[in-house]
C-alpha cells in the first residue's frame, strides 16, 4: 500500500565537492514536522546499464577490481550511459569493452533505482544473448576478469557467499523473473 507523506521543504544547497564524476551536495531542509535537517546528495551521476549477458547456458560475469574493497568482486558488465546513447548502445558497448562479446540480441528487462536516499540514478538491466567472442577493450584504470558461472549453479553459489554489488543483485532480481517467464 502506498502512502502520500508530504515533501520535505527544501531551503537552500551548498556544494560541498564538484568533480567531473561526481558533485556532493548538502540542502537544508525542513521535515513535515517542521524539524530543519541537512541531507548529503549526489548530481553529475549518470544512469547506467547492467547487462545479463548468456552465453551457452553460462552467466558472463566478471570479476572486477574495487578499490574501496581493496578486492575483486563479481558483477555483471555494467556501465554508465553517455549522453548522445540508448540504453541498448550503452548495453552494447560496454558488453563488449569488458568482456569482449558482441551481442546479436539485446533486450532492456527492466530497471532499479539505485541508491535512492542519495541519488536519482537509475541502472537499466538488459539481457543479452547470441553472442560472438570479439576484443576485450578495458577503458584505463579497469583490471577485469571474465568469468563464466553455470546458470543452474549461480543461485547455488550466491547461498554459499559469492558476494556481489547490491546493484549487480537487483539486477539478477529482474533478470530472475524474466527468464523465469520464459519458461
Keep these: 500500500m502506498k502512502t502520500q507523506a508530504k515533501p520535505w521543504r527544501f531551503k537552500t544547497s551548498r556544494i560541498l565537492l564538484d568533480h567531473p564524476r561526481i ?3 548538502e540542502d537544508d531542509l525542513v521535515l513535515p514536522d517542521g524539524q530543519e535537517i541537512s541531507w548529503l546528495r549526489y548530481e553529475n551521476m549518470r544512469d547506467f546499464v547492467v547487462i545479463i549477458a548468456i552465453q551457452d547456458n553460462n552467466l558472463v560475469l566478471i570479476q572486477h577490481y574495487n578499490h574501496p574493497l581493496a578486492a575483486y568482486l563479481y558483477e555483471f558488465p555494467c556501465g554508465m550511459i553517455d549522453e548522445a546513447e540508448t540504453i541498448e548502445q550503452a548495453a552494447y558497448r560496454e558488453l563488449l569493452e569488458e ?3 558482441k551481442a546479436r540480441k539485446l533486450e532492456r528487462i527492466g530497471q532499479f533505482v539505485s541508491n535512492p ?3 536519482n540514478l537509475r541502472g537499466h538491466v ?3 544473448t547470441d553472442l560472438e567472442q570479439a576484443e576485450v577493450a578495458l577503458e ?3 583490471m577485469i576478469e571474465v568469468s563464466p558461472f553455470e546458470l543452474s549453479q549461480f543461485e547455488t553459489q550466491l547461498k ?4 556481489m554489488s547490491a546493484d549487480a543483485l537487483a539486477a539478477w532480481s529482474l533478470g530472475k523473473l524474466y527468464l523465469s517467464d520464459l519458461s
Design 23 to 25: 558533485r556532493i551536495v
Design 99 to 101: 568482456t569482449g562479446f
Design 117 to 119: 536516499r542519495r541519488t
Design 126 to 128: 538488459v539481457l543479452a
Design 140 to 142: 584505463p584504470g579497469e
Design 160 to 163: 554459499e557467499g559469492l558476494e
